[in-house]
Nanobody, 122 residues
Framework: QVQLVESGGGLVQPGGSLRLSCAASGSIFSINRMGWYRQAPGKQRELAATITSGISTNYAGSVKGRFTISRDNAKNTVYLQMNSLKPEDTAVYYC????????????????WGQGTQVTVSS
């Protein structure tokens, strides 16, 4: 079994910062890409940022320059540092990992966390 557990969400004022963390645990063989998606009320889930095992990053245009994604491969953990937060960043943030398990090391699939709420409001 593989689990992704997020932490770090909460309420913050506009212009503030938050740092999200997501730790993957279980019978993991290898992790390729990790990342964060977000879903605002009434909207579809959208990409926020991704990072490969080689530390190549990709950001949505709406967060570029404000958010920074990083990972600790030794801890199977991905982080999202969010600065200069805006009310439109309010959403549930979901962590995901593209990984293979010990049981099937040749086969990768996406695993998702349960989501963490980020609310930006004064």
């Amino acid at each position: 079994q593989v689990q992704l557990v997020e932490s770090g969400g909460g309420l913050v004022q506009p212009g503030g910062s938050l740092r999200l963390s997501c730790a993957a645990s279980g019978s993991i063989f290898s992790i390729n890409r990790m990342g964060w998606y977000r879903q605002a009320p009434g909207k579809q889930r959208e990409l926020a940022a991704t990072i490969t095992s080689g530390i190549s990053t990709n950001y949505a245009g709406s967060v570029k320059g404000r958010f920074t994604i990083s990972r600790d491969n030794a801890k199977n953990t991905v982080y999202l540092q969010m600065n200069s937060l805006k009310p439109e960043d309010t959403a549930v943030y979901y962590c995901y990992a593209d990984l293979s398990t010990m049981a099937m090391p040749w086969s990768r699939k996406d695993y998702w966390g349960q989501g963490t709420q980020v609310t930006v409001s004064s």
